[in-house]
């Protein structure tokens, strides 16, 4: 994205020319008080809303001119994650992540293949034909995380996944992202946590106010105690 | 759309029913109440027409013909009668029938005879296709040759007339505002469905399902749940009818309704297609709101 602004219609001014390049096969932290604009950033991502001055370019996609009827297909290119998790209560583990390779029209006998393959690699295996409700908060976000990959995407966007977690928990999924990453998928990873991103060797973005206040490789945190305390 | 897609649209459709009972409940509930409220108050309607026009299929005109006429020269006239448009049917009603009709209702045997059939002229009596128009057919009949008078029972079918009229206005207006509040809480019925799945579409939407992959489900579902409603409110329709018939109305009034066997298919078309309509345009036009942008 290059130089992008984004007000809101009630005139918040949520970004204030953010420029930002994720490489393919990256694994980048965003982090940054509450409020800063890390949603909006996402948001973008999955064009959820337009810019209002700047360009985004999103996996050969251009958010400022995406046809509506094109938003579906880039959003298959993307999987998403957010802190509540955002699985539909009425079906169990299993459908919740089938569903989203049958919205991409795939035939039943791949989906049966593929699910449990991917339900695997989260390690849910054993907890198909449960309701979301009989889960863990960790077990619930690896299942929206399985649901995420199930389709092949290029990125993984992940919007405090953490958040509703315990410590051990946070560490669990980070590092499944991690592993994802390794596997070749782009990840870009949005948390309040600073233990976490300090035990991560990754690139750190930060923003404050809209703005893009630091951009480098690991422990942005440690780096600098004075803007360690922007955080909150 | 291949056939997978097209399977799994009526699985969902059809499990959406169950994993939203409440609502389909509702909806069901509501959509049948609504039929049967319409259905009932059109099967009286339909009722009340259905006697007017009895009644006014048998009320007659009365032609006097010419007594000067022979007796085969004035039967003959009926063949002119017959050739005015708006009549149905000449009935010939020859004096010795009027005088027989007559001395019937006599009780004094003396006073009887010292009368005869002539006393009487020879009759037709005339029924008509539409009693809408009595007036311009009996001035049809008076100007025909060998016609001596003509007897239209004006307030007789001015009053038939005028319920028709009435019943119909009353009918439609009543119907409109029936419809109208119908589809009002119907509306109001599919929101509270819709409400309920908010979220389920809009994770839909974030896994990147194409509009009408989150729409169909939906559609079925209503579709199916528009057609329950109507086969419900059918089988209740016909129940309520035969009940209201033969348990109310027969022990206490000589009225007899239209037999249900007469109605039962207009009935069943129409609350079919009200329910799948209902159902359709319901589910499509509610999550319209949702699918935008
Ligand atoms: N839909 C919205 N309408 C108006 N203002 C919004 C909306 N979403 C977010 N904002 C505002 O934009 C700013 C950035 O929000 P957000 O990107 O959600 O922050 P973060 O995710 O970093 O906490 C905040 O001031 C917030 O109040
Ligand atoms: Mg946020």
Not at chain 1, 103 to 112: L, Q, S, T
Not at chain 1, 168 to 180: D, G, V
Request: aromatic share 10%.
């Amino acid at each position: 994205m290059i130089d992008v602004y984004k007000a809101y219609d009630n005139g918040t001014k949520a970004l204030k020319g953010v420029t930002l390049r994720i490489d393919d096969g990256e694994f980048v932290f965003l982090v940054g008080p509450s409020g800063s604009g890390k949603s909006t950033i996402i948001k973008l991502l999955t064009s959820e809303i337009r810019p209002s001055e700047g360009k985004v370019m999103v996996n050969g996609y251009n958010i400022n001119t995406i046809r509506p009827n094109a938003v579906p297909l880039l959003r298959r290119t993307l999987g998403v994650i957010f802190q509540d998790f955002r699985l539909i209560e009425k079906k169990n583990v299993f459908e919740n992540v089938a569903f989203a390779m049958r919205a991409v029209g795939a035939a039943p006998k791949d989906v049966k293949k593929r699910v449990p393959y991917v339900l695997d690699l989260v390690g849910l295996s054993h907890k198909a034909r449960r309701r979301p409700y009989e889960l863990s908060g960790g077990e619930q976000q690896r299942v929206a995380i399985a649901r995420a990959l199930i389709n092949n995407p290029m990125v993984i966007i992940a919007d405090e996944p953490t958040g509703n977690l315990d410590p051990a928990r946070s560490l669990e999924i980070m590092t499944l992202l991690e592993r994802i990453n390794a596997l070749g998928t782009t990840v870009l990873a949005v948390t309040h946590e600073r233990e976490l991103v300090n035990r991560f060797a990754k690139r750190v973005v930060a923003i404050d106010g809209g703005r893009i206040i630091h951009d480098g490789q690991g422990g942005y945190y440690t780096n600098d105690p004075r803007r360690a305390g922007a955080r909150e | 759309m291949n056939r997978h897609t097209l399977r799994y649209y009526f699985t969902e459709g059809f499990r959406g029913i169950f994993l939203h009972a409440f609502s389909s409940f509702a909806a069901v509930g509501v959509i049948t109440a609504c039929l049967l409220i319409m259905g009932s108050f059109s099967l009286v309607a339909v009722n009340i027409q259905a006697m007017v026009t009895e009644m006014e299929q048998s009320s007659e005109i009365v032609v006097e013909i010419d007594e000067s006429l022979s007796d085969a020269a004035a039967r003959s006239v009926g063949t002119q009668i017959n050739r005015i448009e708006n009549v149905y049917e000449a009935e010939w009603f020859p004096r010795e029938d009027a005088f027989a009709q007559y001395v019937e209702k006599l009780e004094d045997p003396l006073l009887m005879q010292s009368f005869t059939p002539d006393i009487f002229p020879h009759r037709y009596k005339v029924y008509l296709v539409n009693v809408q128009y009595a007036e311009e057919t009996a001035r049809d009949l008076e100007a025909l040759p060998g016609v001596a008078a003509v007897n239209v029972e004006r307030d007789l079918l001015n009053s038939l007339l005028s319920i028709r009229r009435v019943v119909r206005v009353v009918s439609v207006v009543f119907i409109l505002a029936l419809l109208v509040v119908s589809l009002f809480i119907m509306q109001n019925t599919i929101k509270l469905a819709t409400f309920e799945r908010r979220e389920e579409i809009a994770i839909m939407r974030v896994v990147g399902a194409a509009k009408g992959f989150i729409r169909w489900p939906f559609v079925v579902e209503g579709f199916l749940l528009g057609l329950m409603a109507g086969l419900l409110a059918y089988f209740l329709q016909a129940l309520a009818y035969n009940r209201f018939a033969d348990s109310l109305l027969r022990p206490i009034t000589p009225i007899q309704l239209i037999s249900f066997g007469e109605l039962w298919l207009p009935v069943l078309a129409v609350f079919l297609l009200t329910g799948f309509l209902v159902g359709v345009f319901g589910s499509v036009l509610t999550i319209r709101k949702y699918l935008r942008a």
